[in-house]
């Protein structure tokens, strides 16, 4: 069986003051009316990899409120040949903390357990704003593929911010620099290297199947540097261009995912919204579809709020997709009506409130 989240509880999570469900495997639609808890759930979901989740929350901004009392998240998450229990604490004014079978674990640890793709609606603007967030959402895509990508993200920032230290200080003696540069400068490769490597994958997903969502010509901008001799020759001759601006101005930090809508040959950038939204559902898609080529598995799948946003055909060709997958898919909405295209295939979550926490309960077909 594909792996997948079995039972979930949140304690003190957000709206959640006290959450147990658990699942078969099967897509799970989430549904109530706003402000009951639904993107909270799914939220709890994601920081089931490495990061702050896909809200990008620090640890005490999901502390529940008023009793601001530290929260906690436990999953038991099963599949072929994977039987895992993996707890999230965090305490109020203290980082995360991850436990996988009771032991101590970098969070990084949690890529080889779960891959993890979403889509909330904070991303709808992604070809539209700055490449910050262009670069996240390859970031994430291409440690779906690679989990060792969190940790060179992680080395290559470290280094660096010392680096920048040293330029805000006015340090000139090179030797100060050697060392970090050369950090970053392996990390650099790696980096360009996964995410090289990702963008082909995805458009090979992409042009692989048949789909009802446009596919999009994925390119990545970036320096037109090679190995870590390259990049550490680059950081070197930048030094005083760097140390004029305070920080690093070259490196894989500022590259760019650019993407064209294949069919009117058109940027990104300048696609309706709806084009927009279905060329970003289309990327998640390929992206699931090449996770499971390369693992044999199909990921866990987020998308909040993403049903309302398409019309019935697209919604029941989403739905299809989905379930050709064989992935688990948290999918939220304020109707149930937005799902009725899935009918048995998929587990439901009714969400309300109660004396403002959240109250959820599992059914098979939706039915109060």
Same mark, same amino acid.
């Given at each position: 069986?594909?792996?997948?989240?079995?039972?979930?509880?949140?304690?003190?999570?957000?709206?959640?003051?006290?959450?147990?469900?658990?699942?078969?495997?099967?897509?799970?639609?989430?549904?109530?009316?706003?402000?009951?808890?639904?993107?909270?759930?799914?939220?709890?979901?994601?920081?089931?990899?490495?990061?702050?989740?896909?809200?990008?929350?620090?640890?005490?901004?999901?502390?529940?409120?008023?009793?601001?009392?530290?929260?906690?998240?436990?999953?038991?998450?099963?599949?072929?040949?994977?039987?895992?229990?993996?707890?999230?604490?965090?305490?109020?004014?203290?980082?995360?903390?991850?436990?996988?079978?009771?032991?101590?674990?970098?969070?990084?640890?949690?890529?080889?357990?779960?891959?993890?793709?979403?889509?909330?609606?904070?991303?709808?603007?992604?070809?539209?704003?700055?490449?910050?967030?262009? &670069?996240?959402?390859?970031?994430?895509?291409?440690?779906?593929?690679?989990?060792?990508?969190?940790?060179?993200?992680?080395?290559?920032?470290?280094?660096?911010?010392?680096?920048?230290?040293?330029?805000?200080?006015?340090?000139?003696?090179?030797?100060?620099?050697?060392?970090?540069?050369?950090?970053?400068?392996?990390?650099?490769?790696?980096?360009?290297?996964?995410?090289?490597?990702?963008?082909?994958?995805?458009?090979?997903?992409?042009?692989?199947?048949?789909?009802?969502?446009?596919?999009?010509?994925?390119?990545?901008?970036?320096?037109?540097?090679?190995?870590?001799?390259?990049?550490?020759?680059?950081?070197?001759?930048?030094?005083?261009?760097?140390?004029?601006?305070?920080?690093?101005?070259?490196?894989?930090?500022?590259?760019?995912?650019?993407?064209?809508?294949?069919?009117?040959?058109?940027?990104?950038?300048?696609?309706?919204?709806?084009?927009?939204?279905?060329?970003?559902?289309?990327?998640?898609?390929?992206?699931? &579809?090449?996770?499971?080529?390369?693992?044999?598995?199909?990921?866990?799948?987020?998308?909040?709020?993403?049903?309302?946003?398409?019309?019935?055909?697209?919604?029941?060709?989403?739905?299809?997709?989905?379930?050709?997958?064989?992935?688990?898919?948290?999918?939220?909405?304020?109707?149930?009506?937005?799902?009725?295209?899935?009918?048995?295939?998929?587990?439901?979550?009714?969400?309300?409130?109660?004396?403002?926490?959240?109250?959820?309960?599992?059914?098979?077909?939706?039915?109060?």
């Amino acid at each position: 069986m594909t792996p997948h989240v079995a039972a979930l509880t949140l304690s003190h999570f957000r709206s959640h003051r006290r959450t147990r469900l658990e699942f078969d495997g099967r897509p799970v639609a989430i549904y109530g009316p706003n402000g009951t808890g639904k993107t909270n759930l799914i939220e709890a979901v994601s920081l089931l990899s490495p990061g702050r989740g896909l809200r990008r929350a620090g640890a005490d901004e999901i502390i529940r409120r008023p009793e601001a009392i530290g929260w906690k998240v436990m999953a038991k998450v099963a599949g072929a040949d994977l039987g895992h229990e993996v707890e999230l604490t965090a305490e109020p004014g203290q980082p995360r903390v991850t436990l996988i079978d009771g032991k101590p674990a970098a969070q990084t640890v949690l890529a080889r357990l779960l891959r993890i793709v979403w889509l909330v609606p904070a991303q709808d603007r992604l070809w539209i704003e700055g490449a910050d967030g262009r &670069r996240r959402f390859l970031d994430r895509i291409a440690m779906s593929f690679q989990p060792d990508h969190a940790d060179a993200a992680l080395a290559y920032e470290k280094a660096m911010r010392e680096r920048n230290r040293l330029l805000k200080d006015a340090v000139a003696d090179p030797r100060w620099y050697g060392a970090l540069e050369a950090q970053m400068a392996e990390a650099a490769v790696i980096l360009t290297a996964n995410r090289r490597g990702s963008i082909a994958r995805i458009t090979s997903a992409q042009h692989g199947a048949a789909t009802a969502f446009p596919a999009a010509d994925l390119q990545l901008e970036t320096d037109d540097l090679t190995d870590a001799g390259d990049y550490a020759s680059a950081f070197a001759e930048s030094r005083p261009r760097d140390m004029a601006a305070g920080r690093t101005l070259v490196g894989p930090h500022r590259a760019d995912l650019v993407a064209t809508y294949i069919d009117k040959a058109m940027p990104a950038s300048q696609c309706s919204t709806g084009e927009q939204k279905a060329l970003l559902i289309s990327l998640i898609l390929a992206n699931a &579809r090449a996770i499971k080529a390369k693992t044999g598995a199909a990921p866990l799948v987020l998308l909040d709020e993403v049903a309302a946003h398409l019309d019935a055909g697209r919604r029941a060709a989403l739905f299809d997709e989905i379930c050709a997958l064989g992935a688990q898919a948290w999918m939220t909405g304020t109707g149930l009506e937005l799902f009725v295209d899935l009918g048995p295939r998929a587990q439901y979550v009714a969400l309300a409130d109660h004396g403002g926490a959240s109250e959820a309960r599992v059914s098979d077909a939706g039915v109060q």
